[in-house]
């Protein structure tokens, strides 16, 4: 069995349009201090390994700001509590850069060592707040050849362009090409 | 027997001067993702009680700065290894507000309910980076009524107004009325 582990049902309905067969696992697994998401999916992967049986795809979804030279990446979170999404826009404005990608990174293991990779890019610009979202940084970030922030677009317009969406098919042809 | 957890040996010369009895353990422990230190630090010492017998201390120092809400704190090694000491004083000096504060937490376990938090804190102002230091930050930290940076000092000099030095202090002063 193939389990998705996350908190977040949203990703988790994303991932399934695509993957297919998947199981969410909605279990809290510690996230280590680190800029790389690679080195902190791996963690996590590694720890689900040692509690249960099955395959396992952990994902990591972060925000590098061109002007941080790769900041905040995974430490998102902790910016948008600290100083929020007008505090993000208001560094890049400042900087007079505001190039930034978006990108997902899934992780995959069958065993502690089958571990793989697959990544999705979006670039776009950081501009000043526009729209609603669920999303924390949605409403800051506009992809390159839209005039729309992702919190402006319907579920259906940003999944079919988002980062996740990319890196889940990347594993979906992997996982097809592994099956028995 | 008490044991200082670090990798760091100047940070555990300078506890030791003013703790005395205490030996240094080398061990690597998961730092997990979080901008309160004190979780971070209750991680760590809630995952050496498992493996040791003994009371452990664990540190953290971290840089806060006013224009970013309290940013970096913990997560000021991922900011020096992407944007550096000049990075960090061009967002500080572009917003307008160069107050920061340094502040070292030292946490203290005998048991997994025993544990307790001892704060030391310099308040100062982020400046374009000047002196040497083994330390990330001490260049671009002038701690208020002084007209050098940290990393400008010498070591003695530093030691006697250091964070690390006030935190270690309140923690002997608690484990002197604890003694049997």
Redesign the interface.
């Known amino acids: 069995m193939l389990y998705f582990i996350t908190g977040n049902k949203n990703k988790f309905e994303e991932v399934r349009a695509i993957v297919g067969e998947v199981e969410r696992l909605d279990i809290d697994l510690?996230?280590?201090?680190?800029?790389d998401p690679k080195n902190?999916i791996r963690?996590k992967l590694l720890e689900a390994l040692k509690h249960r049986e099955g395959e396992f795809i952990v994902e990591d979804t972060s925000l590098y700001l061109d002007c941080?030279?790769?900041?905040p990446?995974?430490?998102i979170k902790?910016?948008i509590?600290?100083?929020g999404n007008i505090?993000l826009a208001d560094?890049a404005e400042?900087?007079g850069n505001n190039k930034a990608e978006a990108k997902t990174i899934i992780g995959y293991a069958k065993s502690r060592d089958e571990i793989y990779f697959f990544e999705g890019s979006v670039l776009g610009k950081i501009v000043a707040p526009r729209g609603d979202s669920d999303f924390g940084w949605d409403p800051i970030f506009q992809p390159d050849g839209y005039d729309k922030t992702f919190a402006q677009m319907s579920k259906e317009e940003k999944n079919k362009i988002s980062m996740r969406k990319i890196a889940a098919e990347k594993f979906l042809v992997h996982r097809n090409r592994i099956k028995p």
Chains 1, 2 share one sequence.
């Open positions: 510690p996230e280590i201090q680190d800029i902190i963690a941080l030279n790769g900041l990446g995974p430490l902790w910016f509590k600290t100083i505090g560094i400042k900087a």
